[in-house]
């Protein structure tokens, strides 16, 4: 109904930066915002941005505050994330995901739609 495709991912050194794009397509209307998250291996899947659809509400981790920057554009259906000042400890899988109205933005078991992922290493 609803598919997402993350890229973008890739190794960059401590300090660099990175641009990850999402594309949705399908019964995107459906869709009340968007949102980054990740997970290392052994962890939990941890949140790190999100967007609504429309308006201009952007929510960011602690983690992300400062770095990461979530943007979208809706002629495309795509959401970014740009990730600046990279840190070893952001190495992940980069997921987007897309959720309906009601629930936390910050809670990922308020999405119903994910994608793949997308690599992300950070070398020091």
């Known amino acids: 109904q609803v598919q997402l495709v993350e890229s973008g991912g890739g190794l960059v050194q401590a300090g660099g930066s990175l641009r990850l794009s999402c594309a949705a397509s399908?019964?995107?209307?459906?869709?009340?915002?968007m949102g980054w998250f990740r997970q290392a291996p052994g962890k939990e899947r941890d949140f790190v941005a999100a967007?609504?659809?429309?308006?201009?509400?952007?929510y960011y981790g602690d983690s992300a505050k400062g770095r990461f920057t979530i943007s979208r554009d809706n002629a495309k259906n795509t959401v970014y994330l740009q990730m600046n000042s990279l840190k070893p400890e952001d190495t992940a899988v980069y997921y987007c995901?897309?959720?309906?109205?009601?629930?936390?933005?910050?809670?990922?078991?308020?999405?119903?739609?994910w994608g793949q992922g997308t690599q992300v290493t950070v070398s020091s």
């Open positions: 995901a897309g959720k309906m109205l009601g629930g936390s933005v910050f809670r990922p078991n308020e999405y119903r739609y």
């Open positions: 399908g019964r995107t209307f459906s869709i009340s915002a």
């Open positions: 967007i609504r659809w429309s308006g201009d509400n952007t």
